[in-house]
């Protein structure tokens, strides 16, 4: 296990210039009503050499790993990295933070490490989703049918999401590999510190995927992208494949011509919320833009957009307070200002918690519009064959 001080030295934290910029954008400094949480001070306590005194720290297990401060720092420190490390010293002691939903996420996460578990996962496909157990992409579902259970008491797509992305796939000339064995790939126990989890979680996939003998993962989740393209490799495996998200290929679906999408009799103002691991993690601002241009929306961009997107305000599954919730309430007022008649994002959590909030009458900040994923509102508009 490693020690503090590697944690330090890894994560470039001993650079921190103690300028506060990172305090000056973290939405739990903003909104953190308990007590001052600030990456900045964190790192201090940190740099002062005792870890005992850190996971007291009001940011430890609230901080939402949404890098909105490493955009920011001079210095270049891995501030969200430094915490999952951090988290993982924690753990190995056997210290943990809060789990929401009554500890139900965490508890199918390590229930799916059991190689002997048989999953009905595949229920969901319907008879005009085409598939292929030859194809070289594989669909990546995610914990997308658990969440789709805990959360069908609102207005979650759920399914829909994956059907979604079958649809544009197939229209597309691509019949995806579904695999009847998939697991979570992990990203919330590794970012929760719980690093023996994901690791028991990545085995299980990096052997189903090596026998796909697919190329290439196509995914409607970004914490599932962020993790089999950066994560996999780096802490548990190379699988060789290239990992897309949908909106990736959708939008090269759009370029060369295989989407096309029916013309829009009403078109809405629609705002795209960033989500954190799909666009600070990796890059990709662009493609779902292209993908509600495409579709025919009147784009309006939120004060906060790309870089400096606001986070949906939930993390992990560690934490949903106050805190969270008006770290949420706040986005969906932007959105409101921007004159959004549609709020659009690329990321299921981020649908589930932002819809959330807005079941508060406290929280819902003058969002009255719908709360959709962009894969089922391109699947829905595709041109008629």
């Not at 000056?24 to 953190?32: K, L, M």
């Not at 597309?172 to 126990?189: F, K, L, N, T, Y």
């Not at 921007?338 to 079941?359: D, F, N, P, S």
Request: glycine share 8%; with cysteine; charged share 20%.
């Amino acid at each position: 296990m490693r020690s503090l001080g590697e944690a330090i030295r890894e994560n470039g934290v001993s650079m921190c210039v103690d300028c506060g910029k990172c305090s000056a954008v973290c939405p739990i400094t903003a909104f953190e009503t308990k007590g001052y949480a600030s990456p900045r001070r964190l790192v201090e306590t940190a740099l002062c050499g005792s870890f005992e005194a850190l996971p007291d720290e009001t940011l430890f297990w609230a901080c939402l790993t949404c890098r909105r401060c490493s955009e920011l720092c001079p210095s270049e420190v891995h501030f969200p990295e430094f915490i999952r490390d951090l988290r993982r010293m924690a753990a190995s002691e056997g210290r943990s933070g809060p789990s929401t939903h009554g500890g139900v996420v965490t508890c199918w996460m390590r229930i799916m490490t059991d190689q002997a578990l048989e999953q009905n996962r595949l229920q969901w496909l319907t008879a005009d989703l085409e598939t292929s157990e030859t194809s070289d992409t594989v669909f990546f579902v995610g914990c997308l049918p658990y969440y789709a259970e805990l959360f069908r008491d609102t207005a979650f797509e759920g399914m829909e999401i994956a059907r979604g992305a079958i649809r544009i796939l197939n229209r597309m000339g691509i019949r995806p590999q579904v695999s009847a064995d998939e697991r979570c790939c992990g990203h919330d126990r590794l970012w929760q510190g719980d690093i023996e989890t994901f690791r028991s979680l990545a085995a299980l996939n990096l052997r189903m995927l090596e026998n796909t003998g697919a190329t290439r993962i196509v995914t409607a989740c970004p914490e599932c992208a962020r993790t089999l393209e950066l994560d996999y490799p780096r802490l548990a495996g190379a699988h060789g494949m290239e990992v897309l998200h949908v909106s990736q290929i959708a939008a090269a679906g759009i370029s060369s011509g295989a989407l096309k999408f029916e013309p829009g009799g009403d078109v809405r103002r629609a705002a795209y919320h960033d989500p954190c691991r799909l666009g600070r993690h990796l890059g990709i601002y662009d493609e779902p833009r292209s993908l509600m241009d495409g579709i025919g929306f009147h784009r309006v961009e939120m004060a906060h957009s790309r870089a400096s997107s606001v986070c949906c305000g939930t993390s992990c599954w560690t934490a949903c307070g106050l805190t969270n919730k008006l770290i949420q309430s706040e986005r969906l007022g932007e959105a409101a200002a921007a004159g959004a008649e549609l709020l659009v994002t690329a990321c299921l959590k981020c649908q589930i918690h932002l819809l959330c909030a807005r079941k508060d009458p406290s929280f819902q900040n003058g969002s009255e519009f719908p709360i959709r994923d962009i894969t089922t509102l391109a699947a829905g508009a595709l041109a008629a064959t």
